[in-house]
């Protein structure tokens, strides 16, 4: 199994590990620390405007403990208050998301799929129904794809 990934991190290509147990904790710290405690309520929560603020949670907490000094540079950013302090409309955000959801974390549920979300699970779940259901309407009766 393969426990290390080079993923591309505001057009840097850098080296992410799979936490180890002291990362593992620090993040588990951080996600508390960001949110006020509140993670658990968040994460039971379907709405969208939730679900996003715990990717950016998530991904602040999982790149500053695993990328470590190379985190903040491409933020123009020196410490997790001043991140924190970043408009929701800069562009910044974009690519901190993109990182997280489409690199980081497609990596990390390749090892360990992740449990601290049901709601999102359960919306998930949802989405890939309504999809397979579209799809399957889209088939003619004879059988044939329209």
């Known amino acids: ?15 992410i590990n ?9 993040i588990e710290r951080l996600k508390t620390t960001i949110t006020d405690a509140r993670y658990p309520l968040m994460a039971v929560s379907p709405l969208e405007s939730t679900r996003t603020a715990l990717h950016l949670v998530d991904a602040i907490a999982y790149g ?6 190379a985190f903040y540079p491409p933020l123009n950013e020196v410490d997790l208050k001043k991140v924190l302090e970043i408009s929701m409309a800069d562009e910044r955000v974009v690519e901190l998301l993109r990182w997280y ?16 979300r049901p709601a999102e699970t359960v919306l998930d779940e949802l989405e890939a129904k309504a999809e397979e259901k579209a799809e399957k309407g889209k088939t003619d009766t004879d059988g044939t794809q329209s």
């Open 1 to 15: 199994m393969e426990t290390s990934a080079k993923t591309t991190y505001f057009g840097n290509e850098v080296e």
């Open 18 to 26: 799979f936490p180890n147990i002291a990362q593992y904790i620090e």
């Open 64 to 69: 500053s403990v695993l990328l470590g000094s």
């Open 101 to 116: 959801r489409k690199e980081y974390s497609q990596f990390h549920n390749g090892i360990e799929k992740r449990k601290d």
